[in-house]
């Protein structure tokens, strides 16, 4: 009798700590999931370039609770010259507002898990939601301008302590961006953070980085820089009139795919003022801007000027080239 005493005593005292355990994990998945501390400031995050702080991201918009008190900031756009008001849509408005330096990130146009965000503290959240938005204004008749987004609605503070890829996937055209991230924290409220993108080919950028300062007179360095980057196997020759540089391929080459070949040569040979593509085939398709449909025609060359390669976007010659000291 005595030995059945002792056996149920242990399946007993096994029971009751299993039965204590499963208590225990069931409070810490209570307290995991709605439990937050709270803080007085909105989280701060920061972009880093393999562990080199590039950037901050700017609360634009955020509603926030603390100890029972919420403060509230709605984004407001200035005024047109004309005296209009900017439409309405906050989104519109960030797009028109001029970034700090410190709120802009120069980076890689194509799949990099290098650019990270990361936050100094543990933030829970309850959903969260990215867009890329290009800033271009101009159109081709070729491609649309690239934008997108995604949203997840899981948890993602854990990740963002340790760095989280600043997007899962992208491929951008080169050129300025609009990044927007609107986190809904755990009863805390909700935020939209914003940078200014600037996004530049870093294949292309590492072969330029060999070939900067490139004098004008040194006609054999700069054809050798041109057959290195995009188009490159279609170069026949080149030519240098007084601060003009003249490029002769195969075929011509549409205007939309030559902006990181002009940013190169602009950057790397400071005196060039003027760059002339000139087509040995002078025969291609060409939009007719009446009808709207493609005819075929000649073109006997395209001249672009430092000025107007500069002017479109901050994807400038100056930012191209501190990107190639930040790779």
Not at 27 to 41: A, M, P
Not at 136 to 146: D, L, P, S
Not at 231 to 245: R, W
Request: glycine share 4%; aromatic share 12%; proline share 2%.
């Amino acid at each position: 009798m005595k030995k059945v005493e002792i056996f149920k005593t242990k399946t007993a005292m096994i029971v009751i700590i299993l039965l204590i355990i499963i208590l225990l994990f069931a409070v810490s998945l209570y307290i995991e999931k709605n439990y937050q501390k709270e803080y007085e400031e909105i989280p701060e995050i920061s972009v880093y370039y393999k562990n080199k702080k590039l950037a901050q991201m700017l609360p634009l918009t955020y509603k926030w609770t603390y100890n029972g008190e919420t403060k509230e900031k709605i984004f407001e756009g200035e005024s047109k010259r004309q005296g209009e008001f900017t439409i309405s849509n906050p989104y519109k408005q960030y797009e028109e507002y001029d970034f700090p330096e410190e709120n802009t990130i120069i980076i890689s146009n194509k799949k990099n898990y290098d650019y990270v965000q990361k936050m100094n503290e543990r933030h829970k959240m309850i959903e969260n939601s990215y867009t890329f938005k290009t800033l271009e204004i101009k159109k081709t008749a070729y491609r649309g301008q690239t934008s997108y987004g995604s949203s997840r609605t899981f948890d993602d503070s854990k990740a963002f302590l340790n760095g989280i890829p600043l997007s899962n996937s992208y491929s951008l055209e080169v050129g300025e961006y609009l990044y927007l991230e609107t986190i809904n924290y755990l009863k805390q409220g909700k935020v939209d953070y914003c940078l200014k993108v600037i996004a530049f080919d870093e294949d292309e950028a590492r072969i330029a980085k060999d070939y900067r300062n490139t004098p004008l007179d040194n006609t054999e360095k700069i054809k050798e820089l041109a057959s290195k980057i995009k188009f490159g196997s279609y170069l026949n020759s080149i030519k240098v009139d007084g601060t003009n540089l003249i490029l002769e391929y195969n075929w011509h080459i549409r205007s939309d795919s030559l902006k990181m070949n002009n940013l190169i040569l602009f950057a790397c040979i400071p005196d060039i003022e003027t760059i002339t593509y000139s087509p040995t085939n002078k025969k291609t398709s060409l939009i007719n801007k009446d009808t709207g449909k493609l005819e075929k025609g000649e073109i006997e060359s395209v001249v672009y000027t430092k000025e107007e390669v500069d002017r479109e976007s901050l994807a400038n010659i100056e930012n191209l080239k501190k990107f190639m000291e930040q790779i």
